[in-house]
C-alpha cells in the first residue's frame, strides 16, 4: 500500500467524505434514529417550558402591577391611622401603645 492508500483506509475506512454522508442519511442506525427523536422530543419540550415561563413573567407582572396601584392606598390608610393614634392618644409612641394594650390584655 502507498501513503494515500492507507491514509484513506485510516480516516474513513476507504469511503470519501461525500460517500459517508449519503450512506448515513440513509441507513441510520437504531441508536442514531433514537437519538434524533429524543432531541426532537427535548426541543418540543423546551418550547413548552419557554411557553410556560413567559406566561408566568407576564402574570407576575400584572400582580406587580396590581400591587404597585395599592401602594398610595396603603399611604393614605398608613397616614389617617396614624393621624388617629397621636389625637387620640396625645402623641403617645407607638411602641408605648403596643406595651398598653399587652398590660390591658
Keep these: 500500500m502507498d501513503a494515500v492508500g492507507s491514509a484513506t483506509s ?5 469511503l470519501s467524505p461525500s460517500t459517508h454522508g449519503a450512506q448515513s442519511q440513509s441507513e441510520k442506525s437504531y441508536f442514531e434514529k433514537q437519538r434524533d427523536a429524543l432531541i426532537a422530543e427535548i426541543a418540543v419540550s423546551l418550547e413548552h417550558v ?10 407576575l407582572e400584572g400582580a406587580i402591577a ?3 396601584e395599592f401602594e398610595s392606598v396603603s399611604t393614605l390608610w398608613s397616614t389617617f ?3 388617629i393614634a397621636h389625637e387620640n392618644h396625645g402623641g403617645v409612641d407607638e ?3 403596643d406595651e398598653e394594650m399587652v398590660e390591658d390584655e
Excluded at 485510516?10 to 476507504?14: E, V
Excluded at 419557554?50 to 402574570?59: E, F, G, I, K, P
Design 95 to 97: 411602641e408605648e401603645l
Design 50 to 59: 419557554l411557553s410556560n415561563v413567559n406566561t408566568l413573567n407576564r402574570s
Design 81 to 83: 391611622y396614624d393621624g
Design 66 to 68: 396590581v400591587g404597585k
Design 10 to 14: 485510516i480516516s474513513g475506512q476507504g
